[in-house]
């Protein structure tokens, strides 16, 4: 479904929990899926073995054409044991103490950004001279990925992932994608075995992985490409919407401006509110009761976080944005096995964007309505095709 206003849920979601915590959809090609719109419903099944998460799964509900299309199968679209091995090699690399020390680094690359702003001034599109830059910086960082390739993989992200590419266009992007981290792994692997210095994550993995044959060179290549869409894509549609939610509101970002202390609450409460990330699917392995009905084996099940987030069980008055509001139990970043292994970063990322941001340039400002900025599309990241402002 697609949104109206970019920083609420499309207005269908309210409709379907009318009829109950679960209720049914036709999907674009026919199939009739279970949309899960509470709160409680929605965490129970998050943590149920019964449902798949298996995107080779020929049963898999795919809701626009190019998800078919696309190799992002890595963590995402695995199911324990595999999902699990994969996990622990990587998790390592996102914990709070590898993401406190890259603090300084996030940092550095905010100041950078925003010294461009300002000098770009006094009018930009805030999403391609900050809120892109900002996480796609800070991901090549992580993973040893040269970052003058940006312009390259962001153009086959934005293939990939947006809703009107046809799923011959996001299979053609998906395999350039692989196949530029298959002759990044091979160039490492050479310079790495010569004596060089490891600069990141994907060096560590070639060297303690791959090299010990743990991991095969498709699969490397395949987890890297994931690891560098989810790393930037995500986090740069919700550092824009948050900012415009945040000039949408300004009391409450002039809290943020009085308190900076303030930022990882409210980077909560965004995360919550926003819920970008809004395109859980599963497929039902055996059945399950729950809330009156039952899911049959084989039954595509859709689970959208920001239906969940706005539940008012869970959230005192949760259509109002709060960045006091003081809660971390939200669903944006999904729940239990497949809960996002780089949460931490992104909390970082937006903490320190979104507090430098309102503190450098305090009279930071829309320069277009909210109704001209163009909504992205339902079934891809949600988010805002630009932010032009000024101060």
Same mark, same amino acid.
């Given at each position: 479904?697609?949104?109206?206003?970019?920083?609420?849920?499309?207005?269908? !979601?309210?409709?379907?929990?009318?009829?109950?915590?679960?209720?049914?959809?036709?999907? !674009?090609?026919?199939?009739?899926?279970?949309?899960?719109?509470?709160?409680?419903?929605?965490?129970?099944?998050?943590?149920?073995?019964?449902?798949?998460?298996?995107?080779?799964?020929?049963?898999?509900?795919?809701?626009?054409?190019?998800?078919?299309?696309?190799?992002?199968?890595?963590?995402?679209?695995?199911?324990?044991?595999?999902?699990?091995?994969?996990r622990r090699m990587?998790?390592?690399?996102?914990?709070?103490?590898?993401?406190?020390?890259?603090?300084?680094?996030?940092?550095?690359?905010?100041?950078?950004?925003?010294?461009?702003?300002?000098?770009?001034?006094?009018?930009?599109?805030?999403?391609?001279?900050? @809120?892109?830059?900002?996480?796609?910086?800070?991901?090549?960082?992580?993973?040893?990925?040269?970052?003058?390739?940006?312009?390259?993989?962001?153009?086959?992200?934005?293939?990939?992932?947006?809703?009107?590419?046809?799923a011959q266009e996001?299979?053609?992007?998906?395999?350039?994608?692989?196949?530029?981290?298959?002759?990044?792994?091979?160039?490492?692997?050479?310079?790495?075995?010569?004596?060089?210095?490891?600069?990141?994550?994907?060096?560590?993995?070639?060297?303690?992985?791959?090299?010990?044959?743990?991991?095969?060179?498709?699969?490397?290549?395949?987890?890297?490409?994931?690891?560098?869409?989810?790393?930037?894509?995500?986090?740069?549609?919700?550092?824009?919407?948050?900012?415009?939610?945040?000039?949408?509101?300004?009391?409450?970002?002039?809290?943020?401006?009085?308190?900076?202390?303030?930022?990882?609450?409210?980077?909560?409460?965004?995360?919550?509110?926003?819920?970008? @990330?809004?395109?859980?699917?599963?497929?039902?392995?055996?059945?399950?009761?729950?809330?009156?009905?039952?899911?049959?084996?084989?039954? @595509?099940?859709?689970?959208?976080?920001a239906a969940a987030?706005?539940?008012?069980?869970?959230?005192?008055?949760?259509?109002?944005?709060?960045?006091?509001?003081?809660?971390?139990?939200?669903?944006?970043?999904?729940?239990?096995?497949?809960?996002?292994?780089?949460?931490?970063?992104?909390?970082?990322?937006?903490?320190?964007?979104?507090?430098?941001?309102?503190?450098?340039?305090?009279?930071?400002?829309?320069?277009?309505?909210?109704?001209?900025?163009?909504?992205?599309?339902?079934?891809?990241?949600?988010?805002?095709?630009?932010?032009?402002?000024?101060?």
């Open positions: 479904m697609a949104r109206g206003c970019p920083y609420h849920p499309p207005a269908g !979601y309210a409709e379907l929990r009318e009829e109950g915590p679960l209720a049914q959809v036709q999907l !674009y090609d026919g199939r009739v899926a279970w949309v899960v719109t509470g709160y409680a419903e929605t965490r129970q099944l998050l943590v149920d073995p019964r449902l798949s998460s298996d995107r080779s799964r020929p049963d898999f509900p795919v809701l626009v054409p190019r998800m078919a299309a696309t190799k992002l199968t890595a963590l995402v679209g695995m199911d324990p044991p595999e999902h699990d091995v994969l990587l998790i390592g690399s996102f914990t709070v103490k590898r993401v406190n020390d890259l603090r300084p680094a996030i940092l550095r690359i905010v100041t950078e950004r925003i010294d461009a702003v300002l000098a770009a001034g006094p009018g930009v599109d805030l999403v391609p001279a900050f @809120a892109l830059p900002v996480p796609s910086t800070t991901i090549c960082l992580l993973l040893g990925v040269p970052y003058e390739d940006h312009e390259f993989f962001e153009e086959q992200t934005r293939q990939m992932l947006m809703a009107t590419s046809t996001a299979a053609d992007a998906s395999a350039t994608l692989i196949a530029y981290f298959e002759r990044l792994v091979v160039d490492k692997q050479a310079r790495l075995a010569a004596g060089a210095r490891p600069e990141g994550l994907l060096d560590e993995l070639i060297t303690e992985r791959l090299d010990t044959g743990e991991l095969e060179r498709d699969v490397l290549s395949t987890i890297a490409m994931f690891m560098l869409v989810a790393g930037h894509e995500t986090t740069a549609n919700m550092m824009a919407l948050s900012v415009l939610t945040l000039l949408e509101h300004p009391e409450q970002a002039d809290r943020l401006r009085a308190d900076p202390a303030v930022a990882p609450g409210a980077v909560e409460e965004l995360l919550r509110f926003l819920s970008v @990330a809004d395109e859980i699917q599963r497929v039902v392995k055996a059945d399950i009761e729950i809330a009156g009905v039952v899911l049959r084996e084989g039954d @595509a099940v859709y689970l959208p976080n987030n706005r539940s008012a069980e869970v959230f005192d008055d949760p259509d109002t944005f709060d960045v006091l509001r003081g809660t971390r139990h939200h669903l944006a970043f999904g729940y239990g096995v497949h809960q996002c292994i780089g949460q931490n970063l992104a909390r970082a990322e937006l903490e320190i964007a979104l507090r430098e941001l309102v503190t450098r340039i305090p009279t930071l400002r829309a320069a277009a309505p909210v109704d001209a900025l163009g909504v992205k599309p339902g079934g891809s990241v949600q988010g805002i095709l630009r932010l032009p402002v000024v101060w």
